[in-house]
Nanobody
Framework: QVQLVESGGGSVQAGGSLRLSCAASGYTYSSYCMGWFRQFPGKEREGVARIDSYGRIYYADSVKGRFTISKDIAKNTLHLQMNSLKPEDTAMYYC??????????????????WGQGTQVTVSS
């Protein structure tokens, strides 16, 4: 059974940093896409950063230059280093893992494995 468990969320002041982690258990598809999404209240989940099945990395324009996604294959863990945080980054952050090789983790409107989410709150 696949389980994704996020950690590292919390409350920080603007300009601060957080590092999110997503530990995947029972998931052996290291070549499938993985990504981070976030969700604002009343909004659909939006992509933040992803690694596709070819290892290519993509970022949302709003986080480019501030966030860095990485994957530790040996530990089956996905990370999101978030620097220069802004109040508008406040959201629930979710980790997603692809269920087949054709997925890119670009849109939240596909069937992925999802973590339970971790809250990030940035105060001004």
């Amino acid at each position: 059974q696949v389980q994704l468990v996020e950690s590292g969320g919390g409350s920080v002041q603007a300009g601060g940093s957080l590092r999110l982690s997503c530990a995947a258990s029972g998931y052996t598809y290291s070549s499938y896409c993985m990504g981070w999404f976030r969700q604002f209240p009343g909004k659909e989940r939006e992509g933040v950063a992803r690694i596709d099945s070819y290892g290519r990395i993509y970022y949302a324009d709003s986080v480019k230059g501030r966030f860095t996604i990485s994957k530790d294959i040996a530990k089956n863990t996905l990370h999101l280093q978030m620097n220069s945080l802004k109040p508008e980054d406040t959201a629930m952050y979710y980790c997603a893992a692809g269920i087949d090789r054709t997925q890119t983790c670009y849109t939240s409107r596909q069937n992925y494995y999802w973590g339970q989410g971790t809250q990030v709150t940035v105060s001004s």
